[in-house]
């Protein structure tokens, strides 16, 4: 039974938008923060000097400290950023594929 | 007593969890410390909440949904806290402040590799795994592959993990018992292995999950508590602290930045590799996305843990860095009162002492009840989701293929439980004078290059076929336990040899390409009919990944 409905909706030209503009956007993501948290990964096989530099002159705080809790804190606001993608767009042409499909 | 300590060597800081071998600066046994009545009695206090749940929860718990995914009525806030709970162990708080403390900068860097994976799984599984899966992850890899040979495969995947993460947690509990209460090993084994069966199967994955919300915000609530007694002292200003602790630590300015830690390219990008798709590949971890009732918490569930996982890593990185003035400057925490020495209780402690630093003694026995209780928390997860894949996948699906009644289903799921609590409880005996330090590594290295593969390539890749599934796992898990085996953690170490016959520790980087490349060439390859149907499959199977129509398991609550 299911099976025609997936086909329905698989048809569904706004699922299809949906699922290839998901997929660009979630693997975008993904790549920002793996480029990020290997880049410095990177940073700190090769040139951990540039981590322990101060961050103004006479300071003992290191660049390394703000750098390491941005990163954290991005993160963060980056899978908020997803969800409020998610629930607000996706989502809504999921439920309408779903609606067209099984009328 | 030094000849014991160097005679014996389990190692606390690894064993007491979530973090690798390779993390451990110091492997040690720890002694039998005072009787800390302060702790025992917050513990007992903990014990009994936990065992009132769980007779709650028995009641709410009839059917085979209740049991493995509290019948998916869990919110994703609560599911969030659970995670978090599931991911926050005692090494966490005991090792990576230990492990900022003695070496600074590089412990922080450790923390934000362990938070890492949180947004990669919020970007690409939260979703799909509520939307294909039902009670194990097994569901999913198997969805439109052999259910058998599929499942059968996670199943060795989860079991393994399950069993080397339980061993590792079992003889954390029992350092940690003799440290921080002052009773002996056995008795901490007992009691940990005793409370995980009674939790678990009584009170299914409903009473698992609360004891796991308990005790997140018990760990968040008293590492929070410290943090802010401690930054207090510094007038909250982190140029303060900072320039303070470079003045207290013997490598001065040095810990600000990176160290001798993670200097090798090749062990830091493996670590990395291990501790993200590691994660993703936890089977406790990812039962909890079955316990929602659908996407949109699922999602939430990930945004509520990554933030709880950063602020504790943030938390524990603050203790650490003011244990080394406040702990480190006094000769009260070190033995005959020489702070160039060894620290009372072995090298885990700053973060004991600090409570007691800033707390007293009232302080110290709450934090030493919460990093019990979290041990204890952690294992009833692992214990369910052993249970669960011998029940669920082996027993349902592999031997009565889908046939038995949900009952009998249960039932098996309560009597392993039980098997798994009696195994658990002798490893931990058998296990208390091994150096089991390459454990944690050994899991985080599995459930990367076995779990993982499998089950990314059968969310997104339409190619992937049964025999591909399979070799695939088969390679990865063989070639992570052979890696470890022949390195120094256990040829070395444990096995006494001279030298290491592997130069690395770390499995990740290998392992998990070989998983990789053995799954796409075995897939590539395969032309038989099956295959084909499989291939097939795909395009369903997406429709449900993206909409979850269809999905299993709604609130019913």
Known sequence: MSSEIYEKIRRNPRFIEMVAKRNRFAWTLSLIVLVLFYSFILVVAFFPKLLATPLWEGATTSVGIPIG??????????????????????????????????? | MTGVMARLGAALFAATCALPAWAAPAVEQTEQQGRNFHAIAMFAVFVCATLGITYWAANRTKTAADFYAAGGGITGVQNGLAIAGDYMSAATLLGLSSLVYTKGYDGFIYCISFYACWPIIMFLMAERLRNLGKYTFADIASYRLDQ?????????????????????????????????????????????????????????????????????????????????????QFGFSFENLFSQAVEAHKDGIKIMGPGTLLADP?????????????????????????????????????????????FFFCVVCLMG?????????????????????????????????????????LLLGFLSAVA????????????????????????????????STEKEEVRVSKMSSLVIG????????????????????????????????????SMYWKGLTTR?????????????????????SVWVTVLGNAAPIFPYEQPAIFSMPLAFLTAWLVSTLDRSPRA??????????????????GAAGAARH
Not at chain 1, 76 to 96: C, M, P, Q, S
Not at chain 2, 325 to 351: D, R, S, T
Not at chain 2, 439 to 444: D, N, R
């Open chain 2, 468 to 488: 591909g599934a399979v070799w695939g796992g088969i390679v990865g898990l063989v070639s992570a336990v052979a890696i470890v085996v022949l390195s120094k």
């Open chain 2, 372 to 403: 019990f209780a979290t041990i204890l928390a952690v294992v009833a997860g692992l214990a369910l989701a052993g249970a669960t894949a011998i029940s669920h996948d082996l027993y349902a699906n592999v031997v009565k293929g889908g046939k």
């Open chain 1, 69 to 103: 809790a941005g990163l954290i804190v991005f993160f963060w606001l980056l899978t908020g950023y997803y969800i409020h993608r998610a629930n607000k767009e996706f989502d809504k042409a999921n439920v309408e594929a779903i609606k067209e499909a099984t009328r």
């Open chain 2, 532 to 549: 084909a149907k499989e291939k097939e499959a795909f395009a369903d199977q997406l429709v449900r990944a993206q909409t979850g129509f």
């Open chain 2, 148 to 232: 058998k040979q599929v499942r059968t495969m996670a199943a060795i995947g989860t079991l393994t993990v399950v069993i080397f993460y339980l061993i590792a947690q079992m003889v954390g509990a029992g350092q940690l018992i003799k440290l921080l209460f002052g009773l002996p090993y056995w008795s901490a084994v007992v009691i940990v292995g005793v409370l995980m069966v009674i939790y678990v199967t009584f009170g299914g994955m409903l009473a698992t999950t609360w004891v796991q919300i308990i005790k997140a915000c018990l760990l968040l609530g008293g590492g929070t508590a410290v943090m802010l007694l401690a930054f207090s």
């Open chain 2, 321 to 361: 860095l003011a244990a080394m003035v406040i702990v480190g400057k006094n000769p009260a925490y070190f033995e005959g009162g020489n702070i160039l020495g060894k620290m009372l209780g072995g090298g885990n402690m700053p973060a004991m002492h600090l409570a007691h630093a800033v707390g007293g003694n």
């Open chain 2, 422 to 457: 009696v195994l658990a409880v002798g490893l931990g005996i058998l296990f208390e004078k091994m150096n089991i330090a390459f454990l944690v590594g050994l899991t985080f290295g599995i459930a990367a290059s076995c779990n993982f593969p499998i089950l990314i390539l």
């Open chain 2, 266 to 310: 090749v062990t830091a990008v493996s670590l990395g590799l291990g501790l993200m798709f590691g994660t993703a590949g936890l089977p406790h971890i990812l039962m909890r996305f079955f316990t929602v009732p659908n996407a949109v918490e699922a999602r939430k569930s990930v945004f509520i843990a990554t933030f709880c996982v950063g």
